[in-house]
């Protein structure tokens, strides 16, 4: 049962222009979102997060939208640079649970 | 402040055999989970250990077990491997503060 969805498994983008990645979830419960970013041999890395009572979350080039009713949320990238070409993972939790439930990753390559 | 550390990092074992796969938490985390990420997919929570008791568990079967230790280490047991067992299993530790994961960069096991 997968309750997190990235349907698009990789993204190609020009360094400099925005990278925008998409995530779907279907358990209402989940009260908080997450983005991780592996490298190749590394464990992944804790990127942005969101918390459901809000729709927006900014940290320097990255943010993070959630809509709510349609049970999306993105992760924008601007602008893109060579550092960002990585597997971006979506991932979700409940307040009560420790649990991370992950989609199945977007690979990122910035083009130069 | 040491991350979290895994061992072995590349492991092959042959099916009906049982594997020991081993984490160290980060410095003052208490809790500890362990995903199984199969290629081309995202990882899937096993179980967690919190003061070395299991407090949650995914859709695995009884084969797959876990310990904590006092100093908060983990190790991961397989027993009867399958092919379908192949995959990087990653370490996550917290200190129980809600988004505080912290992965480590996982062993690759492959079974032949």
């Known amino acids: 049962d997968q309750q997190v969805k990235q349907n698009s498994p990789s993204l190609s983008v020009q360094e400099g222009r925005i990278s925008i990645l998409n995530c779907d979830y279907t358990?209402?419960?989940?009260?908080?979102f997450l983005w991780y970013k592996k490298y190749p041999a590394e464990g992944p890395t804790f990127l942005i997060s969101?918390?459901?009572?809000?729709d927006k979350n900014e940290d320097g080039r990255f943010t993070v939208f959630l809509n709510k009713s349609a049970k999306h949320l993105s992760l924008h990238i601007v602008p893109s640079q060579p550092g960002d070409s990585a597997v971006y993972f979506c991932a979700a939790k409940t307040s009560s649970d420790y649990k991370l439930s992950f989609g199945a990753g977007t690979t990122v390559t910035v083009r130069a | 402040e040491t991350g979290v550390t895994q061992s072995p990092t590349h492991l092959i074992k042959t099916r009906g055999q049982q594997v020991t796969l081993r984490c160290s938490s980060q410095?003052?985390?208490?809790?500890v989970s362990w995903y199984q990420q199969a290629l081309g997919q995202g990882p899937q929570f096993i179980f967690q250990y919190y003061r070395e008791e299991e407090n949650g568990r995914g859709n695995f079967p009884p084969r797959f077990s876990g310990l904590q230790f006092p100093n908060y280490s983990s190790e991961l047991n397989v027993n009867a491997l399958e092919l379908d067992d192949s995959a990087l299993y990653l370490c996550a530790s917290s200190s129980g503060q809600v988004l505080g994961y912290t992965f480590g960069s996982g062993t690759r096991l492959t079974v032949v």
């Open positions: 410095s003052g985390h208490n809790t």
């Open positions: 969101i918390s459901s009572i809000k």
């Open positions: 358990n209402s419960m989940f009260d908080y």
